[in-house]
């Protein structure tokens, strides 16, 4: 073992996940009798206990609209709603709270910038970059606005093993290129790209870049101001919070200069009918009444992650996807995809000779939930020329016996469709 994987170990030998795996209801149920192996977190985490009582408390003891009333219940609201946004500024290192736009996730998080900051830009012949391994979350909004602006979309290219190839990426990097758009870590393969060294090359050709966080946020520490991005946006539900919850930081720069997206109350600062003066960052984005108890969660799941420690969270997960990893290896005919040097424990797969879905539905009956599918990902399927993968997708409160047992379930199951 590597000094530095030893250090690691060492950090986090103080915390039992087995106690910290029981703040996780959910983990306990089984399914068709058998007991739960959840490994399906890239799609959604599992919430711990803090996370449903804050929410549940909410709705018991706090809940009224926020930034409207005067009275108790309204303020108490309020004050816990923006309190998220401190918690969120401070978990990406934002430079101030006004960044930080509360969303319903990243799908909208991406598609405001889309129609906000770049498309009042974009004109005919100029392109965004966006590179083979993006979620449809962050191709199809960029599409929709090149087909209104007769701008076209540039795609850098992978390498097999799933990494982007950076040089190309540089290549790509030209004058009609207004906007890059890069996603931290692959939600198929798991790779984790190298943002710090894009967006340095970005800014010296002066093209911004969007960062979708979704899979990075749950797995590794985001520092915006290190990454040195644009645009920042990440889910909630994927970071052990409610579903309907996200952000968009961006530097306030960009904030002031974009136009709002979605009008109506919370947003404004005057309506007239001649004429309507938009409230600051963040709230002249923030139209309507939001997922109140939804970011009131999300703040107790921030809480929740640093009380456990990021490191430690980093450490535990290296472990648990070096013992995933080599046992994949050790299946005859089980193929990865997705063998970058940097990653998260997201491991996609195929077995020879057995479908995907059918192999996820025989696994279903062990116990053991992986997605299968396109993982919304069509242009990376095509890529790899498959329909579909199985991807296996862990976080820290799964443990070194789920793998062993979901080692053995696939032989069962193999057997079953040889
Ligand atoms: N980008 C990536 C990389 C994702 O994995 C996901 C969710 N699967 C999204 C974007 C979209 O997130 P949401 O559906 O929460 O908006």
Known sequence: MSGSQSTLNVAHQALDFDRIRAD???????????????????????????????????YRQTNANVARAVH????EATTAYEASRDKLARFINAPSRDEVIFTSGTTQAINLVAYSYALPRLNPGDAILVTQMEHHANIVPWQLICERSGATLKVAPITESGELIVERFFELLTPEVKLAA???????????????????ECHRRGIPLLVDGSQAAPHLRVDV?????????????????????????????HLNAMPPFFGGGEMIREVRFEGTVFADP??????????????????????????????????????LRVHLTEAMRSVPGLRIIGEAREKVPVNSFLIDGVHAHDLATLLDHEGVAVRSGHHCAHPLMQFYGVAATLRASLAFYNTHEEIDAFIAAI???RKLLA
């Open 411 to 413: 032989g069962r199951v």
């Open 225 to 253: 101001r290190a990454l040195g991005c644009d645009f920042y946006a990440l889910t909630g539900h994927k970071l052990f919070g409610p579903t309907g919850t996200g952000l968009l930081w961006a530097r306030r720069e």
């Open 24 to 58: 996780f209801p959910l983990l306990s149920r089984s399914v068709h009798g058998k007991p739960l192996i959840y490994f399906d977190s890239a799609n959604t985490s599992q919430k711990p206990a803090a996370v449903i009582e804050a929410v549940d408390h909410f």
């Open 182 to 200: 890069v996603t931290h870590v692959s939600n198929v393969l798991g790779t984790v790209n190298p943002i710090a060294v894009l967006a340095r």
């Open 282 to 319: 963040p709230h002249k984005f923030e139209a309507g009444t939001p997922n109140i108890a939804g970011f009131v969660g999300l703040g107790a799941a921030l809480d929740y992650i640093e009380l456990i420690g990021l490191d430690n969270i980093a450490a535990r997960e290296l472990e």
């Open 72 to 75: 108790t219940l309204g303020d």
